[in-house]
């Protein structure tokens, strides 16, 4: 299925990257003792896709968290939109809770409501939306991540992992966001899913100029979306660069993740002058050795 959106915004120019939307300053944050994040920077700017990878725990929710404004950093600084999120009035935290959508790990629907109300619950939570403006903006959503209208009075539970996650887009894309958080998106959607739901993000990227932050494991689609890959560990960003670069440094979860059998086949997709910058051992045969 291919959304009426994908096809409106093809050959249209991909977004600029401008300004920096999100600034993060040498953060620490503890749990306890234990350390998750020590002298960790990074920056994305308007118009990007970043990937955030890194291994388990290694704390890429958690970052996403407090660029959110729902954890805090135990020292260093956050800015969005270039404001301060420690010394922002609630009034303006509140705004910038609007500029954002996400779509969350786990428990991305609220399963005792229909797909309608989901996607309409961000709109309602802002106040009085009269019903007609409600019900199209609802109908426009649906749209745009490719659903028909017909699901709009289908419960979660009848939905399939594939939907769920529209949905879940569509909720996330109620307010008109121009940041969009995505953590995991694509874990437990079937291969066809998965590339159906990189068409619609990079569509959405396009449509709405989005500036997008997505932690993902998975390497196809983040080599399919990225614009820069920032990859987390020893409690920091190690790099932050576009795939090409970031697989040419030299630390072991890097030569791991980028280099070993699956990260070389999904390389393959890099078109060639991208490839042409990969490091040596990123271009070592990968297509015969494991089975598709
Ligand atoms: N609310 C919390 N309280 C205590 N520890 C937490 C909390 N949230 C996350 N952690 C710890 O922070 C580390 C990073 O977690 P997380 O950000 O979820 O990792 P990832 O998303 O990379 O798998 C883990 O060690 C986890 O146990
Ligand atoms: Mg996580």
Redesign the pocket.
């Known amino acids: 299925m291919i959304a009426p959106l994908t096809q409106a915004v093809r050959g249209q120019p991909v977004p600029s990257i401008a300004e920096p939307v999100i600034e993060v300053i040498d953060i620490t944050?503890r749990?306890?003792r234990?350390i998750?994040h020590q002298h960790l920077n990074l920056d994305v700017r308007r118009g990007e896709i970043v990937s955030i990878v890194?291994?388990?725990?290694?704390?890429?929710?958690?970052?996403v968290?407090q660029i959110l404004g729902l954890?805090h950093p135990s020292s260093g600084t956050i800015k969005l939109f270039g404001e301060n999120l420690a010394t922002i009035s609630p009034e303006t935290a509140l705004l910038m809770r609007s500029r954002s959508g996400m779509l969350f790990?786990r428990g991305a629907l609220f399963s005792s409501l229909s797909v309608f109300d989901n996607i309409a619950q961000p709109l309602r939570e802002l106040g009085k939306v009269p019903n007609e403006l409600l019900r199209d903006i609802v109908m426009l959503k649906l749209e745009m991540v490719g659903l028909p209208c017909k699901h709009a009075s289908k419960m979660p539970s009848a939905l399939s992992g594939g939907m769920i996650k529209r949905v879940g887009i569509a909720r996330a894309i109620a307010l008109e966001p121009e940041l969009l958080f995505l953590?995991e998106p694509t874990a437990g959607l079937d291969p066809q899913a998965s590339d159906e739901f990189v068409e619609l993000i990079s569509a959405l990227h396009r449509a709405l100029g989005l500036t997008v932050v997505m932690?993902t494991h998975d390497l196809d689609t983040m080599i399919a979306l990225s614009t820069r890959v920032a990859v987390?560990a020893d409690r920091k960003v190690l790099v932050a660069a576009p795939v090409e670069e970031a697989a040419g440094v030299d630390h072991p979860f890097i030569r791991e993740y980028f280099l070993g059998l699956r990260g070389r086949r999904a390389l393959q997709a890099l078109p060639p002058e991208r490839r042409a910058k990969l490091p040596r051992a990123a271009l070592a045969p990968a297509s015969s050795e494991l089975p598709l």
């Open positions: 944050k749990y306890g234990n998750v890194g291994g388990s725990g290694s704390g890429k929710t958690t970052l968290r954890e790990q953590d932690v987390l």
